[in-house]
């Protein structure tokens, strides 16, 4: 099939790579304008471009993907089909209309649940069991379309945001080549998205990596988790943020005051929550760099009995 390739992140990757080992015809590929970032401002591209520059396809980067330029473009290709996976922008009626079939998109979660920028995320601090990718037809309506093929995996109770996405998106690429081969033969069926279960997924905010240590100690392990990869699961400490990455729930019937730092060893800090005890092995003080507690405790001196509140 002749492709137009949509996509930004690094989740997209794998499907573009297996398009062009498939042997389909990747006819240019559209992925975000580059972005100044850091304290210097140096230009940095998507994950996507730098694929695609190492696949020597070639790349378009509009600001508006619907400016009638980028459309006019496209039309030129005559393409056969869209792939669009972790764009970052929404194709309007003109854009959807332009290929031979359809527009297709590859999305991190079992759909209707969790449609939005950050479905992997959400799954994990909802404490989900299970998830997987949908295969649908790309409607004006975020993540709405019809469905063409789903795959469920479960979770592991360890696994992260950055880890789970990564394996969704290598799990993606077979149901991607699957769809397409069954759109080719003229073989596949789509079924409409129960509106009643459909649920959010919105792009995560700063603030939503803020423990709340009145929550269960197992919520607060989901949410660490969850905001792995951005914005980082965090709460202070005198004041300066504190990172929170490796965690361990331990279940205990005595009740403590949230955010009460309860016990102190190398092995961790224990904190009391609104039910059990999270151990903290894993941390990162504002200024500092990413450490094991027992290096923690070598520059902080945190004692047994000494009252510490973390907020």
Known sequence: M?????????????????????GHEVLCVITQPDKKQGRGMHLSYTPIKQAA????????????????????????????????????????????????????????SLLPKYRGAAPVNWALINGERKTG????????????????????????????????EERLSHMGVA??????DAIANGRYNLTDQDESKATLAPR???????????????????LI?????????????????????????IKSPDKFSPGELVHVSNEGLSVGTGKGILLIKELQLEGKRRMPV??????????????????
Not at 71 to 96: C, R, T
Not at 175 to 180: A, E, F, K, P, Y
Not at 206 to 222: M, R, T, V
Request: hydrophobic share 45%; charged share 20%; net charge positive.
């Open 204 to 222: 995560l905010k700063k603030n939503d990596g803020l423990i709340d240590w009145s929550k269960p100690a197992q919520d607060i392990y989901n």
């Open 175 to 180: 149901l991607l080549l699957n769809s397409i």
């Open 133 to 164: 990718n949908s295969l649908i037809k790309l409607s004006k309506k975020m993540d709405a379309g019809a469905l063409l093929l789903q795959e469920e995996t479960k979770i592991a109770d360890s696994e992260t945001a950055v880890f789970l």
């Open 294 to 311: 027992s290096d923690f405790l070598s520059g902080h001196q945190l004692k047994n009995g000494v009252r510490i509140i973390f907020s």
């Open 225 to 249: 988790r969850g905001c792995s990869d951005w914005p980082g699961a965090f709460t202070h400490y005198k004041g300066k943020m504190l990172k929170v990455f490796q965690t361990q729930v």
């Open 2 to 22: 002749k492709i137009v390739y949509f996509g930004s992140s690094k989740f997209a990757v794998p499907s573009l790579q297996a398009l062009l080992g498939a």
């Open 53 to 108: 520059q190492e696949l020597k396809l070639k790349i378009y980067q509009p600001l508006e993907v619907n400016d009638t330029e980028v459309v006019n473009k496209l039309k030129e290709f005559k393409p056969d089909l869209f792939v669009a996976i972790a764009y970052g922008q929404f194709l309007s009626d003109e854009l959807l209309g332009i290929p031979k079939f359809f527009a297709i998109n590859l999305h991190a």
